[in-house]
């Protein structure tokens, strides 16, 4: 592929993005066609500017600079939701607002596309409400075309606190290494504490140097210091790294991180109160993005139960969605936990969604038993 980024400029510049797009060979023809389309509604709508302007930590700038096929597919979807949603008279300004800014868009812009990408799929008709000050007010109302039910969502963010923060960046440090970066073994892992960023390129090199020696002489690599220990092992060796893993109960193909010692179930009750913005004579679902880590690292049949407990006093909540991304080969799947309560995981090849919806069985369902159905059908 020729050079297309030829300056740090170039980067800014819609048409270089979209000229990069055209001669990848790592997607198919329809694919950079659709591609191209995307980037140039998000041209429209956040402006010439707005790649020179914005932060790098911008999430829609970083759907743009991510060129991984998967990326490029999230991408897709991701405008052809803002398509739909730009069609209809649903205050679209107020979301396209959410957007623009980094911070706004961690924290509430994204999740409102994402709740609208689950509800649309369902003929669900989705409008966003602006707030109005010393007034409660949710984030989205949902109303159902065919009998005018209305139901209203609330939208929140778990934010971690520094600790987690390093928690994280550490694990997604050591997840990159075994899972993205060339060339690629079945492995395991396991962090034993905290590392500096700046112990980050000499960690890369140990597990180069390791992938180095693996491929060279054909042999499975073990390492361990006080900070972290893996192994890796050739294709020829698969069979006697699945007797090792099993022999010593470790699961394969997995970076253990360090737990997150804070409670975070409980953090996650505290923000239930949230569901007060919802009209107290109207359903609703309260909507809380979290990290991916806490499905990595929760009994999920426990938090479920602590967490129905917490929202039973809330009689106008129909329930809550947990929700998170991460980037990992993972396998679809649904998981019935009883009591309403269900775990789903829909994947874009690598990029996972995972969500976990409680269900308040304590609510006052004032919706018909049609727009409940399409509320399930839109998780699952």
Not at 103 to 130: C, H, M, Y
Not at 207 to 227: L, T
Not at 264 to 270: C, G, K, M
Request: charged share 25%; aromatic share 10%.
């Amino acid at each position: 592929m020729r050079k297309i980024f030829i300056s740090d400029r170039d980067h800014f510049k819609w048409s270089k993005q979209k000229e990069y797009i055209s001669n990848l060979d790592t997607i198919d023809e329809n694919t950079k066609i659709k591609a191209i389309d995307a980037l140039s509604l998000l041209e429209i709508e956040f402006g010439a500017q707005f790649l020179k302007t914005t932060s790098i930590n911008h999430p829609i700038r970083q759907m743009i600079s991510n060129k991984a096929p998967f990326q490029i597919k999230d991408l897709i979807e991701f405008t052809e939701t803002l398509k739909i949603l730009k069609k209809e008279n649903n205050n679209y300004n107020r979301l396209i607002q959410k957007l623009l800014g980094k911070d706004n868009a961690q924290t509430e812009g994204v999740s409102l596309v994402n709740v609208a990408r689950i509800f649309l799929k369902e003929e669900l008709t989705v409008s966003f409400i602006d707030e109005i000050k010393n007034k409660k007010t949710p984030d989205v109302k949902i109303t159902n075309p065919n009998n005018d039910d209305v139901f209203f969502i609330e939208i929140t963010k778990l934010n971690n606190s520094d600790y987690q923060n390093e928690i994280s960046d550490n694990y997604n440090f050591f997840y990159n290494q075994f899972n993205n970066v060339q060339p690629l073994f079945s492995f395991f892992g396991t962090q034993f504490q905290l590392v500096d960023k700046k112990e980050y390129p000499g960690i890369s090199k140990i597990i180069a140097d390791a992938k180095k020696k693996v491929k060279e002489n054909n042999q499975i690599i073990y390492y361990s210091d006080r900070r972290f220990n893996f192994m890796l092992t050739p294709p020829s060796h698969d069979d006697d790294f699945n007797e090792i893993c099993e022999r010593n109960n470790i699961q394969s193909i997995r970076f253990n991180g360090l737990p997150i010692e804070v409670d975070e179930t409980s953090r996650i009750n505290n923000k239930i109160g949230k569901a007060s913005q919802i009209p107290e004579d109207e359903n609703g679902l309260l909507f809380i993005a979290i990290s991916p880590i806490y499905f990595l690292t929760t009994d999920i049949v426990t938090a479920a139960k602590r967490l129905e407990a917490n929202i039973a006093k809330y009689k106008n909540l129909l329930g809550i969605i947990l929700f998170s991304e991460i980037v990992a080969p993972k396998e679809p799947i649904q998981v019935n936990l009883g009591n309403n309560h269900f775990f789903s995981r829909k994947t874009i090849e690598n990029l996972c969604r995972e969500s976990l919806f409680i269900f308040n069985n304590n609510c006052d369902i004032k919706l018909s038993k049609e727009t409940l159905v399409k509320i399930y059908q839109a998780l699952l």
